[in-house]
């Protein structure tokens, strides 16, 4: 570890913490629904949907039809996806004249998108035409974070709220959300990475002669655009098989460390809206103070086991760190950053070869996506995963001082905390995915064709993938071969699953907590802005998200790292 690597780290943090409230404010303005100064530009086209959908925006929906209208939106959304990607062949905007998707692949890519998962079972290249992903890719990469960050704004509500029956008109809150927000931070995302070099063009490839006087066909496409939503929408589908460690979707140290930041600028930023819809941002500050400690603990041991390198090397007189799967311009203390940032947030998106990490440097990856991707998490989707357990830390925290539990103003009674145990039924229903379907590919022939490495390590490479597709993450130990009809299925399911089995129970709870009245805090309320309080979110968070995965752990990782340190390479 070096000085210049903890600078780039603490500096990253800094940056953020910087923009939290900036970003905060934006997000509130939406989340009420008022003006902003883009209302002049963009207000007519939100109107216009509005009139052609047959939409009021003032009509607001109890939980019920808000998790409705959502679910129909993403299944719709699903199918159309499927049938761009089976009509490809036939369809224009296809320079390389690639053939339609296999039905098994369309299905896993469909399902992977629509879940903001952006799993790529599939080299992005040679797979996908340009119009597929304009117009079957780049569309979700758009509308499932808007989606996200919606229910945020639904939960924010019930918390809010007073004696209410409704939580907001999701159709308003996903088109102000991407017209306002997401269309806007992307334009000038891509303005600067055609700046730095980033491919923007509807050409198919171009033919140059290299160095040594060979030809060589290199393709091209519209990078740039996908690049600046992918990161900011915390979806992390490439358009290249190597990702952002491809030099056309990420050339430079600056565009890495831009990357970075889009990826965690709006979880940072939902954190203070949060505080400022309950009335006290203290409260947002305090879920945020939590998130950057299991952020900065991920960090320091990914980028401490990533320096110290591989002690079978060191044998062998090869001094340095594990520069294995990475790029020279980025080095290990950003390749080590970018690991943790994007598990830590649902993104996936990946600038170094996880599957080429030391055994605990990868465990920590791991271990992110297995906690619920709520450190810091994905656009909505990793601060309403927090905020259950918040819920569930305050129902703790009652039980300790005899009281019946209050957060933010309202009480946590028996309905609160059965929906808050569904909720955690429902999560606890994703650990058993993963384990069942992990354990099912280790043991048939299908599954078992699918990892590169034997022992440990090819277990973790299965175990990486279904955790990654439960915790609509998308990065994988890219060792395994999952474009095959076990895996593309196995995996569909899979990311269906994680997505939305927590959504409906959240709504519920936002439901019923709008219809509360608002206790006023006194002296025997349980403080939850201090660091009592913070400690007990990561406790509970670290206890309930960590112990339900330690054998997995053992069997991968920490097996893998045993074997490393006895002198075995895998």
């Known amino acids: 570890m070096t000085i210049t690597g903890w600078a780039l780290i603490l500096g990253f943090v800094a940056i953020l913490l910087a923009l939290t409230k900036p970003v905060?404010?934006?997000?509130?303005?939406l989340y009420e629904g008022r003006r902003t100064p883009l209302h002049l530009v963009f207000g007519p086209v939100e109107r216009g949907f509005y009139r052609l959908a047959g939409v009021d925006p003032a009509a607001e929906q109890g939980w019920r039809r808000y998790a409705l209208h959502m679910m129909l939106f993403n299944t719709a959304l699903l199918l159309f996806t499927y049938a761009v990607l089976r009509l490809q062949g036939v369809l224009p905007g296809n320079p390389q004249g690639l053939p339609g998707v296999s039905p098994d692949l369309a299905f896993n890519t469909a399902i992977s998108f629509t879940a903001n998962t952006n799993w790529q079972s599939y080299g992005g290249e040679g797979t996908m035409s340009n119009l597929s992903q304009m117009l079957g890719l780049t569309i979700h990469n758009f509308l499932s974070a808007a989606t996200g960050i919606a229910l945020?704004?639904?939960?924010?509500?019930?918390?809010?709220?007073?004696?209410?029956?409704?939580?907001?008109?999701f159709w308003a809150d996903v088109t102000r959300i991407t017209l306002y927000l997401l269309l806007p931070i992307c334009v000038v995302l891509t303005i600067f990475y055609i700046a730095s070099g980033v491919p923007q063009t509807l050409a198919g490839a171009v033919e140059v002669t290299t160095l040594e006087g060979a030809k060589q066909s290199i393709l091209l496409g519209p990078v740039a655009s996908q690049e600046a939503i992918k990161m900011l929408g915390t979806n992390g589908g490439g358009f290249f098989n190597a990702n952002s460690a491809h030099p056309f979707e990420n050339p430079t140290a600056l565009t890495n460390l831009v990357q970075m930041l889009s990826i965690f600028l709006i979880g940072f930023g939902l954190t203070w809206t949060f505080g400022k819809a309950v009335g006290n941002t203290r409260q947002g500050w305090a879920i945020l103070s939590a998130m950057v400690i299991l952020f900065l603990a991920g960090v320091t041991i990914t980028y401490w086991q990533e320096a110290a390198g591989n002690p079978v090397l060191h044998g062998l007189g090869v001094a340095g760190g594990n520069m294995e799967g990475k790029e020279v311009r980025f080095g290990i203390a950003a390749s080590a950053l970018f690991s943790v940032v994007t598990t830590a947030a649902s993104c996936g998106a990946v600038n170094a070869m996880h599957d080429s990490f030391t055994a605990l440097g990868g465990m920590i990856p791991l271990f992110n996506m297995q906690l619920g991707e709520v450190v810091i998490g994905g656009v909505g989707a990793g601060i309403y995963g927090f905020l259950l357990f918040a819920i569930l830390a305050v129902f703790v925290a009652g039980l300790m001082v005899g009281r019946t539990p209050e957060y933010v103003g309202k009480k946590i009674e028996a309905r609160e905390v059965k929906?808050?145990?569904?909720?955690?039924?429902?999560?606890?229903?994703?650990?058993?995915?993963?384990?069942?379907?992990?354990?099912?590919?280790?043991?048939l022939e299908q599954g078992l064709a699918g990892p590169l490495n034997?022992?440990?390590?090819?277990?973790?490479?299965?175990?990486?993938?279904?955790?990654?597709?439960?915790a609509n993450n998308g990065s994988a130990f890219a060792g395994l071969t999952a474009n095959t009809p076990y895996y593309n299925g196995l995996l569909g399911a899979a990311m269906w699953i994680g997505r939305f089995f927590i959504i409906v129970p959240m709504l519920a709870i936002a439901g019923s907590l709008a219809a509360k009245k608002h206790t006023p805090e006194s002296a025997g309320s349980f403080p939850t802005t201090g660091g009592l309080w913070v400690g007990l979110l990561v406790g509970?968070?670290?206890?309930?998200?960590?112990?339900?995965?330690?054998?997995s752990l053992a069997l991968g990782p920490i097996a893998d790292h045993l074997a490393m340190i006895r002198g075995q390479l895998f």
């Open 419 to 443: 929906l808050a145990v569904l909720a955690v039924l429902a999560v606890a229903v994703l650990p058993l995915v993963i384990l069942g379907f992990t354990a099912l590919s280790s043991v």
């Open 24 to 29: 905060g404010l934006w997000l509130f303005a």
């Open 152 to 169: 945020a704004f639904a939960l924010f509500r019930g918390f809010a709220r007073r004696s209410a029956t409704t939580i907001g008109n």
């Open 540 to 551: 509970i968070i670290l206890i309930l998200g960590g112990l339900t995965f330690l054998p």
């Open 454 to 470: 034997k022992g440990p390590h090819g277990f973790s490479e299965i175990l990486y993938a279904f955790t990654s597709a439960v």
